[in-house]
């Protein structure tokens, strides 16, 4: 099976922009979730969708949004960008989403933001 | 809301020797996961093994084991004949029990492990 994959693998915006981010779960696999990775704030999460449906969210200002299809695949949107969004965005998928699933992770988007 | 921490930002270790890194966490939880993640420079971050609360024996893969002391709220990975390729990052994650809670981990600050030739 193909793992987790994301697009693109890098990317530059400029302040004010918006910029949508992509991820392709496991074949199989409903629940995606997205992370936020910088140096300085560590692995945050951000939210978690579910059979189409936010599930869960981190504490990340309205400008983070995101949604599922109906094939699992996942967007995230990212409105207004400002310096502090420039980081490397992780999305993981598990088989059921159930709390005892390995999640596996994607490569990751690296966003720069200038 | 719960915490994890690593107080070791780097460890370096001799290959074909043994390291531990250390992880605690804080939670009033009962039931929950734990995790050791291991994140080489390619970024592709990958489960190195897990360790349910309330199981009291120790989880073990392979050269990689861990150390659980629930009452002290500690996790830390032991990983034996270190290899040149554990060099990587690693991150100690939790995760609570229930369905709402599965996509949700909150992950330490990592521990960058060098291994020497």
Sequence with gaps: KA????????????????????CSPISGHRSVSWYQQTPGQGLQFLFEYFSETQRNKGNFPGRFSGRQFSNSRSEMNVSTLE???SALYLCASTTQGASTDTQYFGPGT???VL | AQTVTQSQPE??????????LSCTYD??????????YKQPPSRQMILVIRQEAYKQQNATENRFSVNFQKAAKSFSLKISDSQLGDAAMYFCAYRRRGETNAGKSTFGDGTTLTVKP
């Design chain 1, 110 to 112: 690296r966003l720069t």
């Design chain 2, 11 to 20: 460890m370096s270790v001799q290959e074909a020797e043994t390291v531990t």
């Design chain 1, 83 to 85: 310096l502090g969004d």
């Design chain 2, 27 to 36: 939670t009033s939880e009962s039931d929950y996961y734990l995790f050791w």
């Design chain 1, 3 to 22: 793992g987790v994959t994301q697009t693109p693998r890098y990317l530059i915006k400029t302040r004010g922009q918006q910029v949508t981010l992509s």
